[in-house]
T-cell receptor, first 109, second 113 residues
Framework: EDQVTQSPEALRLQEGESSSLNCSYT??????LFWYRQDPGKGPEFLFT?????EEKEKERLKATLTKKESFLHITAPKPEDSATYLC??????????WGAGTKLIIKP | GAVVSQHPSWVICKSGTSVKIECRSL??????MFWYRQFPKQSLMLMAT?????????EQGVEKDKFLINHASLTLSTLTVTSAHPEDSSFYIC?????????FGQGTRLTVV
């Protein structure tokens, strides 16, 4: 059964303290892995798509990487405005999106 | 990135009335649109998948007669919550998919009183 698991469930960091969020998956025929950011009361905002193991993408303080079993979202020197819930989703061979439960990231000034 | 517009962003309605939520892809053609519901502190729960010009596919446990989905064109899908009740109060989000990536609307906060 296709499954996406995100960890940790919640993460509190001091401003400037770098860390990583994990998204592990088991899926038949991965067509893509997506990272989104969601602020309270708003729809998810697209961040990255990764298609194959070894691929990396960067945007400002965020860097996403992908292996055959998991993806990491690295956040470097975070700021309070990076506080949000980060969602991971995979697109399987049937073009179905399978979601993780998300990681709530809190950056304290 | 691509833009998906969802309207309204919030709505309050009386119990027993119906509410329509619109989802538009503004700069691309969406062959597939998804409707999600999100409960507080939980991830997105897929309600239904719709392809342009065909009937929506509903997830198990979602009442198709209560949540009417129409995907009349490649840029517009609507979700109508019929005979709304307080337990239908939630955050509803649409998503439109182009080639592979899916983009989301801003969401609609529905409160039924």
């Amino acid at each position: 059964e296709d499954q996406v698991t995100q960890s940790p469930e919640a993460l509190r960091l001091q401003e400037g303290e770098s860390s990583s969020l994990n998204c592990s998956y088991t899926v038949s025929g991965l067509r893509g892995l997506f990272w989104y950011r969601q602020d309270p009361g708003k729809g998810p905002e697209f961040l990255f798509t990764l298609y194959s193991a070894g691929e990396e993408k960067e945007k400002e303080r965020l860097k996403a990487t992908l292996t055959k079993k998991e993806s990491f979202l690295h956040i470097t020197a975070p700021k309070p405005e990076d506080s949000a819930t980060y969602l991971c989703a995979v697109l399987d061979s049937n073009y179905q999106l399978i979601w993780g439960a998300g990681t709530k990231l809190i950056i304290k000034p | 990135g691509a833009v998906v517009s969802q309207h309204p962003s919030w709505v309050i309605c009386k119990s027993g009335t119906s509410v329509k939520i619109e989802c538009r892809s503004l700069d691309f053609q969406a062959t597939t649109m998804f409707w999600y519901r999100q409960f507080p502190k939980q991830s997105l729960m897929l309600m239904a998948t719709s392809n342009e010009g065909s009937k929506a596919t509903y997830e198990q446990g979602v009442e198709k007669d209560k949540f009417l989905i129409n995907h009349a064109s490649l840029t517009l899908s609507t979700l109508t919550v019929t005979s709304a009740h307080p337990e239908d109060s939630s955050f509803y989000i649409c998503s439109a998919r182009g080639h592979t990536e899916a983009f989301f609307g801003q969401g609609t906060r529905l409160t039924v009183v």
